[in-house]
């Protein structure tokens, strides 16, 4: 079984820009969970989504977004760079939303953002 | 606010030295707890998880971890560590009141051949 995927790997761009970011979860899995990792704050949760709907939200500003498709593929868009958001971008999915049962996160590799 | 802390941030052993990394968090009601391990150039992977039952839970590569609800903690160990076990740990909570996922700040973990 494939793993989940992130597209694309590796992103420069420029403050002011906009970005998106794709993750394919794990066929079968319904729940797709955003990240962001820094080395000063680690993992910090982003939003979670499942059956297109976002389930769960973190702390960071609304230039933070995401969506789900129909296919449990999902996007995240951050708007207005800026030089802070250069971070990796991880996803993971899992079969139930977190707090259920089946709960465990599958990682991607990750999207390696970085703003200048 | 509820986080999970790793007091640990770097930990250095030997090979067959015995590891306990240690993992708490702030929240008195019903949780779910992970341990997730990083290895260098590889993606987070998950090691063991609680849900329920044994507090005592076995998980890949010979570690373990123990649910202590009393102490708020879910420690990570293993009798004698190998060089493979050279990685990053990062302890993770589901709070029940929101299942929102808490990372902890991760431990780096180096082992000396």
């Known amino acids: 079984k494939a793993g989940v995927t992130q597209t694309p790997r590796y992103l420069i761009k420029t403050r002011g820009q906009q970005v998106t970011l794709s993750c394919s979860p794990i066929s079968g899995h319904r729940s797709v969970s955003w990240y962001q990792q820094t080395p000063g704050q680690g993992l910090q949760f982003l939003f979670e989504y499942f059956s297109e709907t976002q389930r769960n939200k973190g702390n960071f500003p609304g230039r933070f977004s995401g969506r789900q498709f129909s296919n449990s593929r999902s996007e995240m868009n951050v708007s207005t760079l800026e030089l802070g958001d250069s971070a990796l971008y991880l996803c993971?999915?899992?079969?139930?939303?977190?707090?259920?049962?089946?709960?465990?996160?599958?990682f991607g590799p990750g999207t390696r953002l970085t703003v200048t | 606010a509820q986080s999970v802390s790793q007091h640990n941030h770097h930990v250095i052993l030997s090979e067959a030295a015995s590891l306990e990394l240690g993992c708490n968090y702030s929240?008195?009601?019903?949780?779910?707890l992970f341990w997730y391990v990083q290895y260098p150039g590889q993606h987070l992977q998950l090691l063991l998880k609680?849900?329920?039952?044994?507090?005592l839970v076995k998980g890949i590569k010979g570690f373990e971890a123990e649910f202590i609800k009393s102490k708020f903690s879910f420690n990570l160990r293993k009798p004698s560590v190998q060089w493979s076990d050279t990685a990053e740990y990062f302890c993770?909570?589901?709070?029940?009141?929101?299942?929102?996922?808490?990372f902890g700040k991760g431990t780096r973990l180096h082992i000396l051949p």
């Open positions: 609680y849900f329920s039952g044994d507090p």
């Open positions: 993971a999915s899992s079969l139930a939303p977190a707090g259920q049962g089946a709960s465990e996160q599958y």
């Open positions: 993770a909570v589901i709070m029940n009141r929101d299942d929102k996922i808490i």
């Open positions: 929240y008195g009601g019903t949780v779910n």
